[in-house]
């Protein structure tokens, strides 16, 4: 799974990262402990081309009466997603990019949590893949996302049994939907080579914590 990650690329560069023209009210960065429910800035694709926005990390099926009426769904399943009726829709018509440094993932060491901290190899940001959609009851309205995940092979699987869906960006354009259909051979896990992880401090344990120091190596 992916429940907490990192990302300093700011907006701008962001925007142009994605040849997408950025919204107004996007998240602030850097932040090296994004947690659930916080708003996290998304490339997604509209009637005018791609948009860069913030959306809320915390997927809300459009029959949930409020945003805490069911499960937190942070995350959605590459094999399941197509029959899911939580994200099915999604799946097929509002698919969007999430760029982050990199992603903390946690084993254990007897009753203790020690996290990892996961990134790309080559230190370029890492694209992975997400779904969205807007939720309204009365008053209340919010947009929201999450992130498609695989069964994790190699050194990941040694940390844990699933990853999020790594895209290159020569797929960018085929995981939003501009270069037709086939994104679904998209959900499938990335080459050991591409990834490089090392062990960070247990402070980021805490989803209160902040600072660049949570994703410094130890040992």
């Keep these: 799974m992916c429940g907490r990650f990192a990302v ?7 925007a142009q990262l994605f040849k997408a ?18 708003q996290v800035n998304v490339c997604s694709l509209d009637e005018t081309g791609r948009r860069l926005r ?24 590459a094999e399941t997603i197509a029959e899911k009726p939580a994200f099915r829709a999604a799946a097929r018509e509002r698919r969007c990019l999430i760029a982050m440094d990199g992603f903390y993932e946690w084993d254990r060491a007897g009753d203790q949590k020690l ?12 694209v992975v893949a997400g779904i969205w959609q807007d939720w309204s009851r009365g008053d209340d309205a919010l947009t929201a996302c999450a992130i498609v995940t695989t069964e994790a092979e190699g050194q990941m699987a040694e940390i844990h049994n699933r990853i999020p869906v790594l895209l ?28 490089d992880m090392y ?14 120091g949570l994703v410094a190596p130890i040992g």
């Design 8 to 14: 300093t690329l700011p907006p701008d560069a962001m």
């Design 21 to 38: 023209v950025p919204a107004n009210d996007l998240a602030e960065v850097p932040n090296f402990n994004v947690c659930p429910t916080v």
């Design 54 to 77: 913030a959306m809320r990390w915390g997927f809300v099926p459009h029959w949930y009466k409020a945003p805490n009426d069911g499960p937190l769904l942070i995350n959605a399943r």
């Design 115 to 126: 996290p990892w901290f996961i990134h790309r190899r080559d230190r370029a940001p890492m």
């Design 168 to 195: 290159e960006p020569d797929d960018w354009g085929l995981w939003l939907g501009e270069d037709g259909k086939g994104a679904a051979r998209l959900m499938r896990a990335a080459p050991d080579e591409v990834y």
């Design 199 to 212: 062990r960070v401090g247990t402070e980021v344990n805490s989803n209160r914590a902040s600072g660049e």
